[in-house]
């Protein structure tokens, strides 16, 4: 098999495209009378502050950093993997060397050059720990000026993901004694200002490679609550606002006043795959009884749920964690799982010994009530919402649910210790690559506790990394979705979709793919009043 073609399946399984050699899409160009005397300006409203302004912090390393640190490659709006800094790259048919070619004449901010040890630089620098594709190299080497080659301990299938969220910055960016000293990328803007808990400035990179950026300057400013982002867009204090990233989302109450100021258009997108679900403690009673996890599952009206809290917001995972649309190609349609059916789960629970003996409307067994405790966190606004209908609905099958909300580190820590019941659980889906996600959760060997351990399920996990053809990979993700929907580790909820206010006054914004999707355009943005 030829390396072109091996590279086309491997780019494919990971849900990417190969384009050697190919710029990104036309973008659109102001003529130069719109731009004469308005200010190309824009303030961008975020929910919480960076941690630093090297790439490695967070994950991926904040909003504001995607600006000044860029990629090899990137994700689109389809999630497919697009060249950005490399032009083309090829695989060796073994799976196990990456040879990329890197665009030429771009520099970094500083006017250093971004050439192949500037990148070998960044992957060595500081590995971040959501980086798995290091566990899988052997060595990282510069061939020439203009090219990379990755060599691998064994074949390492999603590593155009990783690669996507990996920053290049210039070895300049540290002293001579290896520490940080200063933000210095390739991007469209770099850094003029940082003030802690209130903003963040970026001016304009002159030079940029794909074309001087339109807008002087981008200020992301600090804005905790999501309704007071959402009436400072409204009152032209901001330009934009919201995004699936945690506390910078903006709350589903807001979203339809939004979209009735005439000044604001709203863009959604599901550009960043979110499984929403309800984890079971299996490891005690009752959830270790699988007839109790297929009852809660039959007793939960999933796609109500959704109509009634999210809307048009977000999309019911009616057949597992892969039922959205950026998944629906690995899908194994032939299960079923667990459509709304509260007889069917009164039956199961009936089965498994809980019964009503006194009437009072809630199961008991050997004299203990069937009381549970749903544990959330405030991290999100709409979860209360939630956690209160899959109360309401599986007290209708008999089952006693109290709601316990914490802090996102609480939750956590109890998670960590297996202190809980159900517990509401999201994460992002690995980009295009649900791989990533069910390591996360479902790889028993990680080191931490996970959502479920099964032996044969890690080893699995374990094949989706290492399985390169496309066909096979395909069976591996089936036998994945065979072993939960008969296992039942939890009950698949929801996929929010990505959703951005902007002022109608930005012109040629576009969402793109990854966590941070809703900023990577801006750098073709353009202010017209």
Known sequence: MSKKLIALLICIITGGIIIGGVLLAEWETPSKEVLTGVPQEIVIGMGEDIKGLEPVYGCPWGAPLRLIYETLVTEDADLKIQPLLAESWEVSEDGKVWTFHLRKGIKFHDGSPFNASAVKFSFKYKPAPYRAL????????????YT?????????????RDVSSAPIMS????????DFKSPIGTGPFKLDEWVKSQKIVLVKNENYWRESPKLEVVTFKIIPDSSARAMALETGEIDLTGHMAGRSALYVSDIPGLKEKTEIKIVEGYTQPCVNWIQFNTEKEPFGDLKVRKAVYYGIDTQKMVTSVLGETATPL??????????EHLLNQDLTWYPYNPEKAK???????WKDTNGDGIRDRNGEQLKVTFVLSSFRPELPKVAEIVQAQLKEIGMDVKLQTVEYGAQQMMFEKGQYDM?????????????LWFNYFFHSKRGVRCAFKDEQLTTLIDRL???VNSKDRLKVFYEIQEIMEEDVPGVFLYTDANVVGVNKRVKNYEMQGGIHGAYLSLWKVYIEE
């Open 134 to 145: 290091l566990h899988y190299t052997k060595s990282i080497d510069a061939i020439d000026e």
């Open 148 to 160: 990379v080659k990755f060599v691998l301990n064994k074949p390492y299938a999603p590593l155009l």
């Open 171 to 178: 070895p300049t960016a540290v002293d001579e004694n290896g």
């Open 318 to 327: 009616l057949k597992g964690p892969l039922s959205m649309s950026s998944t």
């Open 347 to 353: 039956e199961l629970l009936a089965e498994a010994g």
């Open 423 to 435: 517990m509401m659980q999201f994460g992002v889906c690995g980009h295009g690559d649900p791989s």
């Open 465 to 467: 990394y290492t399985t």
